[in-house]
Nanobody, 123 residues
Framework: QVQLVESGGGLVQTGGSLRLSCAAS????????VAWFRHAPGKERDFVAA????????YYAESVEGRFTISRDNAKNTVYLQMNSLKPEDTAVYYC????????????????WGQGTQVTVSS
């Protein structure tokens, strides 16, 4: 069983930046694909970004491409989401998730989830 803990959320103005962290405990997730999803009120949980186990490949939703960067430090068992040029529509609870297989955008395919961290972008 792996436990994921997100941190780094908060309130920021439009155009600002935040860096989210996802730390794994109990066991390493160095061989997992890790993704970030977000859930805004009244909307479905949406894929944001994913990174493969060795960091060699990363994937992004069209809405965040060029603004967000996902990275990982397997030595620290941590995955990051650097979010720049934030917009009000980025406001949501952000979740990290991990799966032992390869990249996929479907949330239902991820076995492990964190508790979420709130990101609020004011206009």
């Amino acid at each position: 069983q792996v436990q994921l803990v997100e941190s780094g959320g908060g309130l920021v103005q439009t155009g600002g930046s935040l860096r989210l962290s996802c730390a794994a405990s109990v066991r390493t997730f160095s061989t997992d694909t890790v993704a970030w999803f977000r859930h805004a009120p009244g909307k479905e949980r949406d894929f944001v970004a994913a990174i493969t186990w060795n960091g060699g490949n990363s994937y992004y939703a069209e809405s965040v491409e060029g603004r967000f960067t996902i990275s990982r430090d397997n030595a620290k068992n941590t995955v990051y989401l650097q979010m720049n040029s934030l917009k009000p529509e980025d406001t949501a609870v952000y979740y990290c998730a991990a799966r032992t297989d390869g990249y996929i955008r479907s949330a239902s395919a991820y076995e492990y989830w964190g508790q979420g961290t709130q990101v609020t972008v004011s206009s």
